[in-house]
């Protein structure tokens, strides 16, 4: 980058674009080198170079200089995402743990469960999260319908539905 670092980072808004349009390439290369799935390194990309312009002002004048201080912001990026990646792995992996020894989640007390859970698969996709909603999360019927965006009274219609449903089904 040539120009003067007097100059207001608004006022060279095309010469940023232009040079983050030659860095692009090269620090994609640098994300799929480094992270697996290759699919994540587009958003590394894209996080980087957001990062970049909004710090266009701290780009260093000199090429070089300019290009160093780019990969510096990719290898924050980076590392920020593996910070990440592990605290979501850490948390799965407690989560996981926590719902195999819980018995009901892990293992259906008995036919009757898998005919319920099969039932109200069947229901339409809002009555089904109404009466999810209700019964395995323990929202009354006004707690639901501000859930799912909707009226008291339509909710409250379209549960006793979906159980009459229910019954119906399940004999």
Do not use: C
């Not at 266009?56 to 593996?82: F, K």
């Not at 979501?88 to 859970?117: C, G, K, M």
């Not at 859930?147 to 539905?161: A, F, I, K, N, Q």
């Amino acid at each position: 980058m040539t120009a003067d670092q007097t100059i207001p980072a608004a006022d060279r808004a095309d010469e940023i674009e232009d040079w983050l349009g030659v860095m692009a390439p090269m620090l994609l290369a640098y994300f799929l080198r480094r992270v697996t799935p290759p699919d994540e390194a587009a958003d590394l990309l894209a996080e980087a170079l957001l990062v970049l312009w909004r710090r266009a002002e701290a780009i260093p004048a000199e090429d070089r200089a300019a290009r160093m201080w780019a990969y510096g912001v990719a290898r924050n990026v980076l590392r920020g995402h593996r910070r990440t990646s592990r605290r979501r792995s850490a948390l799965t992996e407690r989560l996981r743990a926590e719902l195999a020894s819980t018995e009901e989640v892990a293992h259906p007390a008995d036919d009757r469960v898998l005919d319920l859970r099969s039932a109200i698969e069947r229901l339409k996709p809002i009555d089904r999260e109404i009466v999810r909603l209700v019964h395995w999360d323990g929202l009354s019927l006004v707690e639901a319908a501000e859930v799912v965006g909707m009226r008291e009274g339509t909710v409250r219609s379209r549960y006793h539905r979906a159980r009459s449903v229910l019954r119906g089904q399940l004999g």
